[in-house]
Structure formats: C-alpha cells, structure tokens
C-alpha cells in the first residue's frame, strides 16, 4: 500500500513538475528525479543546533550516472527527456542494478572472447549494441564495475545554462590549453608529467571529484558552527570551507582546490572558490580547462531527506566565452559509505605505464634496425 | 591436487586490426589489448591497494614449474561494492584469471573475470580500462 502512495505521489509530482520543466533550469528543484523517495508527507528541513541546515550525511551523485555532461546536439534545447524516454532509462537503471546483483549472469568476458574468436581464426566479436558508449543512455558498461543509478534522472544533460547544454565556445587562451593537451593525447607518454594529475594521484579538482564516474561518487558533509567540510571518497580531497563570508586569501597563494568561502542564503549553503591554478580543469576527474581567474560558485540546498540540489557555475573569461552551469541531485544511497582511498602510496600504474612505453620503444627501434 | 596450468597468449595480427589510439590512461600504457590470456593459479597475497588491487598468483604449469603473476583489479571501493570482503580472495584459493599481459612483458596482468572454484564468476576489473569491448563508441 505504500508503494501505491508513493507512485501516486511520484505520478503528480509528474504532473506537477513537466510544465516547469520547460521554463528554465531552475526547475530542476521540482524534478520528480530530485524529490525521488518522498513518499507524500510533509517535509521540513532539519537545522544543525546552531540553527544552520543540516546538510550532513554522505551523499553520492550516482543518480546522474548515465546523464552525459555535454547534451547531445539531437536534444537541441531541452533539458528533460519525453515520458517515453524516461521509461526507457529506467529499463536501463533496472538492468544495471540487475546486472549489480546478479553479477553471475553476467556474460561480460571480453579477454576470453578474444581468445575464443581468435582460436576460430575470427575477428574479436563487437560489443553488444547500445550496452556502452557515450550520450544520453549511454551508461550501462557493466554493472559490476559497481555504481549506478538508483533512481533514473530526467535530465539530458548535467549542463543546464547555455540552455543546449553545452560548454560555452573556447576563448583564444582556453583553445590554446585544447591543442596543448590534444597535443599531449597524441604523444606517446614517457615520463610522469605525460599524464593528467588524475593519473597521478593528485587531486580530481573542484568540479572533478563530484561529478559522476565510473565509481567512487560518495562524498561526505560535515558540519560545525561556522564551518562546513566535504570529503570526497575517490582520491580523498576534503574542503574546508568557512561559512562567515570572509575574503579571500591574497591572490599569490594559489592551489588545485582553490580557496572556498561560504555563506549561507536562506537554505541554500553558496560557496565561492577562488585562488585556483591552472593545471587542470572542469570535467570528470578534473578534465577540461581552467585559468587561474576562475571563479567556481556552487549551491547546495537540501530539498528533501535524501536529495540535496547541487549546482555549479563556472565563471571563468579567460577560458569561456560565457559562464556556464551543472545542475544535478546529490542523494543519500542506502548503506553507502566512504572507503579509503589512499591512492598514491599503491599507484604502481605509474611505473608500470612507463615500464610499459619503454617496452613499446625498444620493440619499434629493433624493427627499425 | 595438481593445478592444471592453462595461458593463451595470441598474436597481436590475429586480433585487432588497428592500434588503439594513445589514451592517457592505465591500460592502455600498461597493458596490451592484444595479449589476451588465461591462467589458472593458486592466490598467495591480496594487496588491497588504490588505486587498483592486486593479486598475485602462482601458476604451474604441467612440467611442475611454477610461475608468479601479478594481477591488477579494481579498486578497493569497487570491489567491496561488487561483494567482496577480505576473506575473498585468502590465499590458497584457486582462481582462473581472464584477462590481458602487461605491455612490457613481465608477468602482470589487468584482471577482467576470475572464477572462482564453484564457478562463480567475479568481475574484478577496474574501470573505462580502454580494453576491447569497454571503448567509448
């Protein structure tokens, strides 16, 4: 019976939450997707004891799994899937969570596939259509790499301004970091520094370590009178981020997290972030483009027990022609938790990238002799 | 108990036709898509290191020699999701490994399915490896 008055409840905030959804991003607040197990009873937002609002618990944006960042062009403006669409992601997320907990069914067994073919004199057999790839179904590699979805998103894309979804045109300055790092893709790596600072244990930046990956998308909010800290499971930065809207540190002292200030409006926690360098960028594990100028502004308000809506808006001039902005839910995941994730200390892929390469050297310069 | 010793190693013209396209990513600096393998072995340690898991194996072969491999998993996060526990994976187990050989020829290994000795099948890989079948269309 409670599931029927949560589809019940679920089926108006449909209703109630499509002709909102073609006004503007901000209607992402009334998104049956962000509201996802209320189950119709009035909600309130709890305060810390020192009157804030309780933004803590652990989080993960595994519900945007799948949601590609940048839309794709066929979607033009729209920023929701159709009903129709919508039905045929959550075949996807159920697939998915099959595929979690049915992982012995699974058939996914490329190297053996191989092999097989090879043994027949055939060519390696093609993946099965739809099953990867990028896009807005793209998600489901595999279930068992461990992180899905538990409630399928609305959204087609997790940029909701410019109103296509798409990053803004590149600067002259941010098209030179393109070539550079395209540059980069194309040259054999040899040495430490041809990889990103994702590779090498270093930081998923910002931007990086909240949006959605193949795994490890927990994070967790703590929070004391006037201070508020994330730690972020995959590659384990935390923020500490004051809440009584001070300055900035001085414009010298500069770094991969950048300097966070925050304030609350209303419910809303809004943390500014300055003092960045220009090493990496915005994207999925830190991928993308910055300069040191950029000014990153998230939003965090806590709409229901288990959804906090996130939103970051990417304010930088020397890279993009426009600013621009993600929106997407964060949600509690039952039984989720942070794990360590120490990731320098056993980063034996460095070495064995390099080992790697010079292998690949020494076999191209004894055919070249 | 003998350990059977199985490993197929096949020629990089027999399986992919083109070369994959630099990635600044660990499997494709480290491990070779077309050195596809399968070793049947007996696990000695369970490193459960980030940011991937090792396990090292012994494999004989049918002459009685014995040869250690490494194998890279996922992980740790990722694989206490997908079910396992310290206890998973202790040493002594026998487990077949499928997966592919380390671009410089050591005895290494990225990990994608073990078996385990009831023939349950476990995913052990990591992540976007760039291996075939897992490649962004």
Known sequence: MSKRIFALSSSIAFAVALPLAAQTPAALKASPGNTAGNSGKAWSLSKTPWGDPDLQGTWTSDDTWGVPMERPVSYGDRLYLTEDELKDREKRVEQSKQRIENPSDDSHSPAKAQLDAAAKGAAAPAPAAGAFGRGVDAAPVPGQFGEYARRASRQTSQIVDPPNGRIPELTPEGKKKQAAAAALRRKTPETWTDWSIYDRCITRGVAGSIIPVIYGNGLEIVQSPGYVAIRYEMVHDTRIIPTDGRAHLPPSIRSYMGDPVGHWEGNTLVVETTNFNDKMGVGPNGGGFQSEDMKLTERFTRVADNTINYELTVDDPKTYTAKWKIAFPITHEPGYQLFEYACHEGNMAMRNMITGTLAEQAAAAQKKN | ?137
């Open chain 2, 1 to 137: 108990m003998r350990t059977k010793f199985c490993i197929a190693i096949l020629a990089a013209a027999l399986l992919l036709t083109a070369a994959p396209v630099w990635a600044h990513h660990a499997f494709a600096a480290e491990f070779d898509v077309n050195k596809p393998l399968i070793l049947k072995g007996t696990v000695t340690k369970m490193e459960w290191i980030n940011p991937h898991a090792w396990i090292h194996i012994d494999v004989k072969d049918a002459d009685g020699k014995v040869t250690s491999w490494m194998i890279e998993a996922g992980a740790p996060n990722g694989l206490l999701r997908r079910g396992f526990t310290k206890a998973s994976l202790l040493p002594g187990t026998d487990i077949v490994v499928e997966g592919w050989q380390a671009k410089d020829g050591s005895n290494r290994a990225n990990g994608s399915n073990i078996t385990l000795p009831d023939g349950k099948k476990l995913f052990v890989g990591s992540s976007g490896t760039g291996a075939p079948f897992e490649k962004d269309k």
